[in-house]
């Protein structure tokens, strides 16, 4: 017996009316019911960080939260990054420093950073690594990543943003 | 990897959790609280409960409220609040050193403090510190409400005595008497993952010798406990390395290790020799950690 209710999700700014079972995790919503497949799925089980997004500004993992949990939130997806054609600096960040290889896991590492840099801007090294351990990148990328974090850093604290 | 079908329940209101959580409780009827521990069991089919009676719009169960008991944590505070210090002194200190050896920040922004102990994992930090500083929890059902002692709280792997229809709503960890010393050294593989032995140590030297020393040990045993064996080598003495060897070595002498593929139980033992001795040694630098 599936309890299948009807939800409305808000993610990057857009209003999304989708019926679903209350088991359906908020990852497997987004993907199938939102259509929005920038969300990667890896592990399923809250191990690789894959599935992170942005909830009312936490990152958190999509696969640990069932969708009807998420209701009245703000989402905010690698999809919400880009605006128009200009990629996010934090994307172009990662392009110019070669912070992925493959690239499935790389929605997952800029929700993440971006999320963590809201909280706490300006991480040392250590909380920086600290940080980046949450995420996996089987083609471990992470010490590119991190330079793609440092100069994004660096451009933010020069414009003198927050 | 996908979850078995439940019925959602999100009630506002506690009372009617603890309604919901009543009728539901025979049929497998689970609490939600931040899902870092139930929903990967879920989706892994550990756990296919057939009710989840999701606290998380509950308002009031996200309090910290400090009195002259102690801190009491509500039932939907999570680990990163502990991030900034919570309270002023050495258990603020210790909430925060603690709080980051919790897996990775996304996880510590759900999961929640009273979650890690209804669930009762061996490895869980937060199981660690109740035991170790008499937490009182104080456990809610329909028409009844109880404070269980630490002491009688942890039952076995993920085994405590709140019954299934019960809600933990509160946790109370009591003030460290003005001098206390605190120490906790934990050693996992990798940063994030499950401890495999932790110690969480707590003193006053009064004349020149250890008064009301509590030594924990979590990550070794079913569920983590004060070592009483060893509580007793060390109380009345100097704190000299010698007594802290023989302290060490009495934890390893009574404790019944966990064992696995990978860890005997004689790698386990010594483990948790070493990790009191480091809590000791972190406790006597004045400070939870040296980080």
Same mark, same amino acid.
């Given at each position: 017996?599936?309890?299948?209710r009807?939800?409305?999700?808000?993610?990057?700014?857009?209003?999304?009316?989708?019926?679903? =079972?209350?088991?359906?995790?908020?990852?497997?919503?987004?993907?199938?019911?939102?259509?929005?497949?920038?969300?990667?799925?890896?592990?399923?089980?809250? +191990?690789?960080?894959a599935?992170?997004?942005? +909830?009312?500004?936490?990152?958190?993992?999509?696969? $640990?939260?069932? =969708? +009807?949990?998420a209701?009245?939130?703000?989402?905010?997806? +690698? *999809?919400?990054?880009? *605006?128009?054609?200009? $990629?996010?600096?934090?994307?172009?960040?990662?392009?110019?420093?070669?912070?992925?290889?493959?690239? @499935?896991?790389?929605?997952? @590492?800029?929700m993440?950073?971006?999320?963590? $840099?809201?909280?706490?801007?300006d991480?040392?090294?250590a909380?920086?690594?600290?940080?980046?351990?949450?995420?996996?990148?089987?083609?471990?990328g992470?010490?590119?990543?991190? *330079?793609?974090?440092?100069? @994004?850093?660096?451009?933010?604290?020069?414009?003198?943003?927050? | 990897?996908?979850?078995?079908?439940?019925?959602?329940?999100?009630?506002?209101?506690?009372?009617?959790?603890?309604?919901?959580?009543?009728?539901?409780?025979?049929?497998?009827?689970?609490?939600? %609280?931040?899902? &870092?521990?139930?929903?990967?069991?879920?989706?892994?089919?550990?756990?296919?409960?057939?009710?989840?009676v999701?606290?998380?719009?509950?308002?009031?169960?996200?309090?910290?409220?400090?009195?002259? %008991?102690?801190?009491?944590?509500?039932?939907?505070?999570?680990?990163?609040?502990?991030?900034?210090?919570?309270?002023?002194?050495?258990?603020?200190?210790?909430?925060r050193?603690?709080?980051?050896?919790?897996?990775?920040?996304?996880?510590?922004?759900?999961?929640?403090?009273?979650? !890690?102990? #209804?669930?009762?994992?061996?490895?869980?930090?937060?199981?660690?510190?109740? %035991?170790?500083?008499?937490?009182?929890?104080?456990?809610?059902?329909?028409?009844?409400?109880?404070?269980?002692?630490?002491?009688?709280?942890?039952?076995?792997?993920?085994?405590?005595?709140?019954?299934?229809?019960?809600?933990?709503?509160?946790?109370?960890?009591?003030?460290?008497?003005?001098?206390?010393?605190?120490?906790?050294?934990?050693? !996992?593989?990798?940063?994030?993952?499950?401890?495999?032995?932790?110690?969480?140590? !707590?003193?006053?030297?009064?004349?020149?010798?250890?008064?009301?020393?509590?030594?924990?040990?979590?990550?070794?045993?079913e569920?983590?406990?004060?070592?009483?064996?060893?509580?007793?080598?060390?109380?009345?003495?100097?704190?000299?390395?010698?007594?802290?060897?023989?302290?060490?070595?009495?934890? #390893?002498?009574?404790? %019944?290790?966990?064992?696995?593929?990978?860890?005997?139980? #004689?790698?386990?033992?010594d483990?948790?020799?070493?990790?009191?001795?480091?809590?000791?040694?972190?406790?006597a &630098?004045?400070?939870?950690a040296?980080?």
């Amino acid at each position: 017996m599936d309890d299948r209710r009807d939800l409305t999700l808000h993610i990057n700014g857009q209003r999304h009316d989708i019926r679903l =079972a209350a088991r359906k995790t908020l990852a497997d919503a987004i993907r199938e019911d939102c259509g929005l497949t920038g969300t990667h799925t890896g592990c399923e089980h809250g +191990v690789c960080g894959a599935c992170t997004i942005l +909830v009312d500004g936490d990152p958190v993992r999509s696969c $640990l939260m069932f =969708a +009807v949990q998420a209701e009245g939130r703000d989402i905010r997806t +690698v *999809e919400g990054l880009a *605006e128009r054609d200009n $990629l996010h600096p934090l994307q172009q960040a990662f392009i110019d420093h070669h912070a992925l290889q493959c690239g @499935f896991c790389t929605p997952g @590492f800029l929700m993440l950073i971006i999320g963590a $840099l809201a909280r706490e801007p300006d991480p040392s090294e250590a909380a920086l690594v600290d940080l980046i351990a949450s995420n996996m990148c089987r083609c471990t990328g992470y010490k590119n990543i991190i *330079e793609a974090v440092r100069w @994004f850093e660096g451009r933010r604290s020069e414009k003198g943003e927050s | 990897m996908k979850p078995a079908p439940f019925t959602y329940h999100a009630p506002a209101l506690l009372e009617d959790a603890l309604a919901i959580l009543g009728d539901t409780a025979q049929d497998d009827g689970r609490v939600l %609280a931040g899902g &870092q521990s139930l929903v990967p069991m879920m989706a892994l089919r550990l756990a296919q409960p057939a009710h989840l009676v999701d606290i998380g719009r509950i308002d009031g169960l996200g309090d910290l409220i400090e009195d002259s %008991a102690g801190l009491t944590i509500g039932a939907l505070v999570r680990h990163q609040r502990f991030h900034a210090p919570v309270v002023e002194g050495v258990l603020g200190r210790l909430l925060r050193y603690v709080s980051s050896h919790i897996a990775h920040l996304p996880i510590r922004l759900r999961g929640t403090f009273c979650g !890690s102990l #209804a669930n009762a994992d061996p490895a869980s930090e937060w199981c660690l510190v109740a %035991a170790t500083l008499n937490a009182r929890m104080t456990a809610r059902r329909r028409g009844e409400t109880r404070v269980i002692a630490a002491a009688d709280f942890f039952d076995g792997v993920m085994a405590t005595a709140l019954s299934p229809d019960e809600i933990l709503t509160g946790v109370q960890i009591p003030h460290p008497l003005p001098g206390t010393k605190v120490g906790f050294y934990e050693f !996992s593989r990798r940063a994030g993952d499950f401890a495999l032995a932790m110690s969480l140590v !707590s003193y006053r030297i009064e004349g020149g010798v250890v008064t009301d020393p509590r030594i924990g040990l979590g990550g070794v045993e079913e569920y983590p406990r004060r070592i009483a064996q060893a509580e007793e080598i060390v109380a009345g003495q100097p704190l000299e390395s010698d007594v802290l060897e023989r302290t060490a070595e009495a934890t #390893a002498a009574a404790i %019944a290790p966990l064992v696995d593929h990978h860890t005997s139980a #004689a790698y386990r033992r010594d483990l948790a020799r070493i990790a009191v001795l480091r809590a000791f040694a972190r406790a006597a &630098q004045g400070e939870p950690a040296d980080g």
